[in-house]
């Protein structure tokens, strides 16, 4: 018997002048509701560069101490994007645009030193994108996940899971700005509902279990196995 897929979803603080993040409303609305058939925790992450306590990095790796996530779906605001962004790569290098929240503009630095200059999602990216698009919302990929906060997140996340095995798969996807954001910073991109995010964000998340439960027996530690079937 198939068990319950235990799935991490992590959002973002307000950031860049910002009183809202849509991927916080993301996180805290599946965690509120629920998703049907998963165990679903959420994490509200600061947007705080490095490895100090108060960073996003470390507010990951003690929320993956305690929950030893199948899957972890990072979300993040991109505010002149009008689509689902299922982002491709993360890459080793923090050079931010403007500064994070702690006040800190990074230039030029890896993400983890000796690590690998790059890292692969392992999300299933067209599963997801054809998923969101048949609920009715525009979604597409992206190339890398840029330079700032969104980008360690996801590039820590993988190097933990090629180091653990936990998570077992891990990405992130980029949404684009709430309509009350839009209306105060308007711009060429696509503003998108609070009820369009959820009905994307739900469709990805059924992409992501039919992946994790599809996934051939062999490419998954032990445990995950165990867990999942």
Not at 23 to 37: F, S
Not at 62 to 78: N, T
Not at 180 to 190: C, G, W
Not at 202 to 225: F, K, Q, S, W
Request: charged fraction near 20%; hydrophobic fraction near 45%; aromatic fraction near 6%.
């Amino acid at each position: 018997m198939i068990g319950i897929p235990r799935i991490l979803v992590t959002g973002f603080e307000p950031f860049g002048g910002s009183l809202l993040n849509p991927a916080a409303l993301i996180a805290e609305g599946l965690a509120a509701e629920g998703v049907h058939g998963t165990m679903i925790r959420a994490e509200i992450l600061p947007v705080v560069g490095g490895v100090a306590p108060g960073s996003a990095r470390a507010a990951l790796d003690a929320v993956l101490a305690d929950f030893q996530a199948d899957a972890a779906i990072h979300f993040g605001e991109a505010h002149t994007r009008s689509e689902f962004s299922v982002e491709r790569v993360a890459i080793n290098l923090r050079d931010y645009r403007i500064a994070d929240n702690a006040g800190v503009c990074a230039e030029d630095t890896p993400v983890i030193h000796g690590a690998p200059s790059a890292h692969f999602t392992t999300l299933p990216v067209r599963g997801i994108v054809d998923a969101v698009r048949v609920a009715g919302i525009p979604a597409g990929t992206s190339l890398t996940a840029g330079t700032y906060i969104c980008n360690e997140v996801m590039f820590h996340s993988l190097e933990r899971s090629a180091a653990t095995g936990w998570p077992a798969i891990s990405g992130f996807i980029h949404v684009p700005q709430l309509e009350e954001q839009f209306a105060i910073r308007p711009n060429e991109a696509r503003p998108m509902s609070a009820h369009d995010l959820m009905i994307a964000s739900r469709a990805a998340i059924g992409a992501v279990i039919l992946h994790l439960r599809t996934m051939p027996r062999g490419t998954m530690p032990d445990r995950h196995r165990r867990r999942l079937g």
